[in-house]
């Protein structure tokens, strides 16, 4: 039986009541039944505000994406260099 993730608006509740409210990780912890290191995690990722969050996210994407191109690129040149030595 597979856990089914929390809605991200639960999370984003969770990190308000430590981050906002004062209380404790442990104390918010056993109230709503999520181990505290996933509480530290959501604090980690919700507790940035939203744009900041966004860009963050963008910026990943776009790591992930140089480094796929990068890699093509760096495939792509040994295979040319052999092709003009052939031909």
């Not at 140089?66 to 260099?81: F, G, H, I, W």
Request: glycine content about 4%.
């Amino acid at each position: 039986m597979t856990k089914q993730p929390y809605p991200e608006e639960f999370k984003i509740e969770a990190v308000k009541q430590i981050t906002e409210r004062g209380h404790r990780v442990a104390d918010v912890s056993a109230r709503i039944g999520v181990s505290q290191h996933s509480l530290y995690k959501w604090v980690k990722a919700y507790a940035v505000p939203v744009p900041e969050r966004q860009m963050q996210t963008f910026q990943t994407e776009e790591l992930r994406r140089l480094k796929a191109e990068l890699k093509r690129v760096t495939e792509e040149r040994p295979a040319a260099y052999f092709a003009r030595q052939s031909g």
